[in-house]
């Protein structure tokens, strides 16, 4: 028995180390009466006090004691400013206890300095724009002070400065991330229209199955010029042009152009079938469209790419006659609508790299993201907002269906280029 309660004293004296003590005065439970402020002001006035309770013990232990002498202090205690915390996503005021040494100048108070990083307003921030909070109406999305209080940070213009101060903070790194160490296999490129400007985007899809955002690039269309400026970038950050790699894009000329002018015959690129299929409907009455649906989803769906592309020849000679466009928009690019059932990819894999929708989620997770800018000033504007976005829409990525079939994909692009170069060398 007496053993037992030795070990509970021994518990009850390392409970009190490094603890403080703070008086509540009785005014504080009018808090409670009021609706809208009622626990976060108790909140708000503790806290203060339970902050300059541990920023005076942090100036007692370079002091010593108030009012006794210590010869062997290392500081003087110099008074209180009147200074900023970060709290709530706003700054409020508080009195800042001083520290001051002889030899060093003022001395930082650690516990002050924990308080007054920006680092949670930064990341408030960022969460509350994130979350569809416009800066105009960023300080009504925060819990109320006090009547007492005053708050800092929270208008418009201070919200705006510290969001772009983050968002170019942000770009910098993020486009001068190293790609070398990601084991790509496939790349998707789309553009998103932002009125006047057209930003083209790259995703990649390493051999586990992992999505990443790679890169973007500003213009004004999705030409050859902007298209392969982006692509050059991503081989200056790391990404080899001599690998195989597996594009998967809509039907874009300029695009196709710039793949095959950077990376040459060692890139494959898969035609997304979506965008041919609608391509194809827009040249047809409404009462074809249903049987020509369903002509080219069954020979997309063939086991053999020989066999598909003789049903979709076929289909073609048969509108020939009567929509001569229709058939047109068949045969153009046809083989590359075929080219991962050429590499012999099937099943979910192969569902999900036959369309550019992997991409296509990610512009509508940029434009949710920017959907309350409503002028846009410029392009480096619109780079800071659709970076933002996509560093925002990379956290909820995961990972693409039929990633366990990723190796047959390697291995089929592994194959290709083995092929090239033995024809090159030929």
Known sequence: MSKSLTKFGDRQEQSAIGTATVELPLPLLAYLEETQSAFFGLCVTAGKQVLEAMMEADRTALCGPAGQHDAA?????????????????????????????????ELALPSFTAAAARDPLDRHTLEAIASG?????????????????????????????????????????????????????????????????????????????????????????????????????????????????????????????????????????????????????????????????????QAWSASDAKLARRQLERLAASLEVQHPSAAASIREGLDETLTLQQLGIRGALYRTLRSTNAIENLNSGVATYARNVKRWRGGRMLLRWVGAALVETQRGFRRIRGHDDLSKLVAALTRHGAEVGQQEVA
Request: charged share 25%; with cysteine; glycine share 10%.
């Open 133 to 297: 909070v416009s800066m105009r109406r960023y300080g009504r999305s925060l819990d109320p002070l006090p009547p007492a209080e005053r708050e800092c940070g929270t208008k418009r213009s201070a919200v705006s400065r510290r969001f772009v101060a983050l968002t170019e903070a942000k770009l910098g790194a993020w486009f001068t991330a190293p790609l070398d160490e990601l084991d790509l296999c496939v790349v998707m490129i789309d553009g998103i229209v932002f009125r006047k400007h057209c930003v083209l985007l790259a995703l990649g899809i390493d051999s586990e199955g992992n999505k990443h955002a790679l890169g973007l690039r500003e213009g004004t269309t999705e030409n050859a010029g902007v298209a392969k400026a982006l692509l050059g970038e991503l081989i200056e950050r790391g990404l080899r042009a001599e690998r195989p790699l597996l594009f998967v894009i809509d039907g874009s000329k300029a695009l196709r152009k710039a793949i095959a002018g950077t990376f040459g015959a060692v890139a494959l690129v898969q035609r997304c079938q979506v965008h041919k299929l609608r391509n194809v409907l827009e040249h047809l009455p409404e009462r074809l469209r249903p049987s020509v649906a369903k002509a080219m989803h």
């Open 73 to 105: 202090r290392v500081a003087g205690r110099t008074g209180s400013a009147t200074s900023r915390v970060v709290l709530g996503g706003r700054e409020i005021a508080l009195r800042r206890l001083r520290v001051r040494s002889a030899a060093d100048g």
